[in-house]
């Protein structure tokens, strides 16, 4: 099997978040980068599918050099190839268009992406793909098996979830339940030194041009003070809730 | 010219959220003087739409769509999309819609924000605020494309009453088939949903153990709220993985959200930013949550959530 996983280079998740050139850029003084939760789910299930069944692993991501070190931290959790596409992501389908180029040059078989980054949190990308490359496409998805060409997924619905039959060439919108959380790889200091040696590869963007385009960001208004009620007044407690809050 | 709107069913019924795109699909015609055609698929009696502005239903009848199907979906709003000539689609942002919205972006050429919080603040440029890093903060958005497919946040713009009149019209779309099969659903149908909920009563790791996860149920069935759980809860297996809540789970947007035993951290407190009161009970009065809620008890969670349950019930029997 010859698999692609796509990797978001994101704002790790206690970064605080901040904006700079008049509310229009995001600020990254300070910020830790990290593989996008979502696709490191998927990328460890990749693993497991190379590990159990034999497969090839490449990542890829559409952006500057400056996430290089995410597609290194990958490669060294045990992916076998990079691909880095160069230039800098402007919106999902832009991102979407790239990748797919890449899918169809490198004949992939199982595309997994993160169902959403938690940057932008779009949710577009892996849906996206699927259409432009006429690839099956299940997201939201807690479980993947593969047989030959035929897979089972399930996908997490509104208030419970559904097992689909589906076959290959897939697109995968993944999150947490395609591996628990104590699967999930520290590189250690072998899966380091290789990753260097592996190749990682810069292609030219197709140029393709994005249909939407941030133009400001807000942060929330500042939240008013708690107020406080005490342990032995709960009727206090649901007076509030009702008659000011009108929650109840 | 005209403003589609998605409005979805189960079991030939329009969820809640149907009526919420209805009224935002209404006040974007509204603003640019146009007017409101929905799409329903196996809904039943569609009249009720226009209570919430849409002028006229595309009604579909099809028992090959009886189960969700994202392709095939798509297409059927795609192919109403033209028929139209629709520059705006507005869907919700429930899991269903979420799925599709991709697609059928690829379908019509059409630019496509998630997440969007409020009304257009310009239509030309079509300009919308969209929610980014999982609720730490907004983005404005422009589409650019001549169509465009705006997802709807749960609970950002609420339901509308304009005293209307739906039309309704058969529309028989041609269904691609599909190589995505549902083979079995899974869904508990006594239970409300952290989709559906107007309320959500979470535990954490403060509650010491998933055995006494007994009040959390108690409290929710009184209040009619889904439960849910923090990150920790759901690692350590207390709880499902569905029931956790943050930026790497689920995100809320409940009218209440009920905390117990959850310190806040920041994760946890994205994710459930949407959301509109907030009560925390801890009893660590330096747990970051208290800075995040509207109301909050220090206090032991398991002596203040009995007291609550009691008084509820009291104040339920008083209010019935």
């Given at each position: 099997m010859n698999?692609?996983?796509?990797?978001?280079?994101?704002?790790?998740?206690?970064?605080?978040?901040?904006?700079?050139?008049?509310?229009?850029?995001?600020?990254?003084?300070?910020?830790?980068?990290?593989?996008?939760?979502?696709?490191?789910?998927?990328?460890?299930?990749?693993?497991?599918?190379?590990?159990?069944?034999?497969?090839?692993?490449?990542?890829?991501?559409?952006?500057?050099?400056?996430?290089?070190?995410?597609?290194?931290?990958?490669?060294?959790?045990?992916?076998?190839?990079?691909?880095?596409?160069?230039?800098?992501?402007?919106?999902?389908?832009?991102?979407?268009?790239?990748?797919?180029?890449?899918?169809?040059?490198?004949?992939y078989d199982l595309?997994?992406?993160?169902?959403?980054?938690?940057?932008?949190?779009?949710?577009?990308?892996?849906?996206?793909?699927?259409?432009?490359?006429?690839s099956n496409?299940?997201?939201?998805?807690?479980?993947?098996?593969v047989?030959g060409t035929n897979a089972?997924?399930?996908?997490?619905?509104?208030?419970?979830?559904?097992?689909?039959?589906t076959s290959l060439p897939l697109?995968?919108?993944?999150?947490?339940?395609?591996?628990?959380?104590?699967?999930?790889?520290?590189?250690?200091?072998?899966?380091?030194?290789?990753?260097?040696?592996?190749?990682?590869?810069?292609?030219?963007?197709?140029?393709?041009?994005?249909?939407?385009?941030?133009?400001?960001?807000?942060?929330?208004?500042?939240?008013?003070?708690?107020?406080?009620?005490?342990?032995?007044?709960?009727?206090?407690?649901?007076?509030?809730?009702?008659?000011?809050?009108?929650?109840? | 010219?005209?403003?589609?709107?998605?409005?979805?069913?189960?079991?030939?019924?329009?969820?809640?959220?149907?009526?919420?795109?209805?009224?935002?699909?209404?006040?974007?015609?509204?603003?640019?003087?146009?007017?409101?055609?929905?799409?329903?698929?196996?809904?039943?009696?569609?009249?009720?739409?226009?209570?919430?502005?849409?002028?006229?239903?595309?009604?579909?009848?099809?028992?090959?769509?009886?189960?969700?199907?994202?392709?095939?979906?798509?297409?059927?709003?795609?192919?109403?999309?033209?028929?139209?000539?629709?520059?705006?689609?507005?869907?919700?942002?429930?899991?269903?819609?979420?799925?599709?919205?991709?697609?059928?972006?690829?379908?019509?050429?059409?630019?496509?924000?998630?997440?969007?919080?409020?009304?257009?603040?310009?239509?030309?440029?079509?300009?919308?605020?969209?929610?980014?890093?999982?609720?730490?903060?907004?983005?404005?958005?422009?589409?650019?494309?001549?169509?465009?497919?705006?997802?709807?946040?749960?609970?950002?713009?609420?339901?509308?009453?304009?005293?209307?009149?739906?039309?309704?019209?058969?529309?028989?779309?041609?269904?691609?088939?599909?190589g995505?099969?549902?083979?079995?659903?899974?869904?508990?149908?006594?239970?409300?949903?952290?989709?559906?909920?107007?309320?959500?009563?979470?535990?954490?790791?403060?509650?010491?153990?998933?055995?006494?996860?007994?009040?959390?149920?108690?409290?929710?069935?009184?209040?009619?709220?889904?439960?849910?759980?923090?990150?920790?809860?759901?690692?350590?297996?207390?709880?499902?993985?569905?029931?956790?809540?943050?930026?790497?789970?689920?995100?809320?947007?409940?009218?209440?959200?009920?905390?117990?035993?959850?310190?806040?951290?920041?994760?946890?407190?994205?994710?459930?930013?949407?959301?509109?009161?907030?009560?925390?009970?801890?009893?660590?009065?330096?747990?970051?949550?208290?800075?995040?809620?509207?109301?909050?008890?220090?206090?032991?969670?398991?002596?203040?959530?009995?007291?609550?349950?009691?008084?509820?019930?009291?104040?339920?029997?008083?209010?019935?």
């Open positions: 698999i692609l996983v796509c990797i978001s280079h994101v704002p790790d998740t206690t970064s605080k978040i901040n904006f700079t050139e008049n509310d229009t850029k995001f600020d990254t003084n300070g910020v830790q980068f990290v593989i996008n939760p979502n696709d490191e789910f998927g990328l460890t299930r990749a693993m497991w599918f190379k590990e159990k069944q034999g497969a090839k692993v490449t990542v890829v991501n559409v952006g500057g050099a400056e996430t290089e070190p995410t597609l290194r931290k990958a490669l060294a959790i045990g992916a076998d190839a990079a691909i880095r596409v160069n230039t800098e992501a402007k919106d999902g389908f832009q991102v979407a268009k790239e990748l797919a180029n890449v899918v169809k040059d490198g004949g595309v997994i992406a993160g169902r959403e980054s938690i940057d932008y949190n779009g949710g577009m990308v892996p849906g996206m793909l699927a259409a432009l490359t006429n496409f299940v997201t939201n998805c807690i479980s993947l098996e047989d089972t997924a399930m996908r997490e619905i509104d208030g419970g979830k559904e097992t689909v039959s697109v995968i919108g993944g999150q947490k339940g395609l591996v628990e959380e104590s699967d999930l790889r520290i590189p250690n200091m072998r899966g380091i030194m290789m990753a260097r040696q592996k190749p990682l590869s810069v292609v030219e963007p197709l140029n393709a041009s994005a249909e939407t385009a941030s133009v400001k960001f807000e942060k929330p208004a500042p939240k008013g003070a708690v107020t406080l009620v005490d342990a032995d007044n709960i009727d206090e407690l649901i007076n509030l809730l009702h008659n000011e809050a009108k929650a109840i | 010219m005209s403003v589609l709107v998605y409005t979805e069913s189960e079991q030939g019924k329009f969820k809640k959220t149907a009526f919420e795109v209805a009224s935002y699909a209404k006040a974007v015609a509204d603003q640019m003087g146009t007017t409101v055609t929905a799409v329903a698929i196996n809904a039943g009696d569609t009249s009720e739409l226009g209570t919430y502005g849409v002028d006229k239903v595309l009604s579909i009848t099809n028992s090959d769509l009886d189960k969700f199907n994202a392709n095939a979906y798509a297409s059927a709003i795609e192919q109403a999309a033209k028929q139209e000539n629709a520059n705006v689609v507005v869907i919700s942002s429930s899991a269903d819609s979420k799925y599709l919205a991709p697609i059928l972006s690829i379908g019509l050429d059409a630019g496509y924000a998630s997440n969007v919080v409020e009304t257009p603040s310009s239509t030309a440029p079509f300009t919308v605020k969209r929610t980014a890093f999982t609720n730490k903060a907004f983005n404005m958005t422009t589409i650019d494309t001549d169509t465009k497919v705006v997802g709807v946040s749960k609970n950002a713009f609420g339901l509308v009453e304009s005293n209307g009149n739906a039309t309704s019209e058969d529309f028989s779309p041609a269904i691609p088939s599909s995505v099969t549902v083979e079995s659903v899974d869904k508990a149908t006594d239970k409300v949903t952290i989709a559906d909920a107007e309320i959500v009563v979470s535990g954490g790791r403060g509650l010491k153990g998933p055995e006494n996860w007994g009040m959390i149920e108690e409290l929710a069935d009184v209040l009619g709220a889904a439960t849910a759980c923090s990150k920790p809860v759901s690692d350590l297996g207390w709880r499902p993985h569905s029931e956790h809540v943050g930026q790497t789970g689920k995100p809320v947007a409940s009218n209440l959200y009920i905390a117990i035993g959850i310190s806040g951290a920041i994760q946890h407190l994205a994710g459930i930013n949407s959301s509109k009161v907030k009560v925390v009970i801890n009893t660590d009065p330096e747990a970051p949550f208290f800075k995040a809620a509207d109301y909050g008890v220090v206090g032991d969670a398991f002596e203040v959530v009995p007291a609550l349950i009691e008084k509820l019930k009291a104040f339920k029997a008083q209010n019935a």
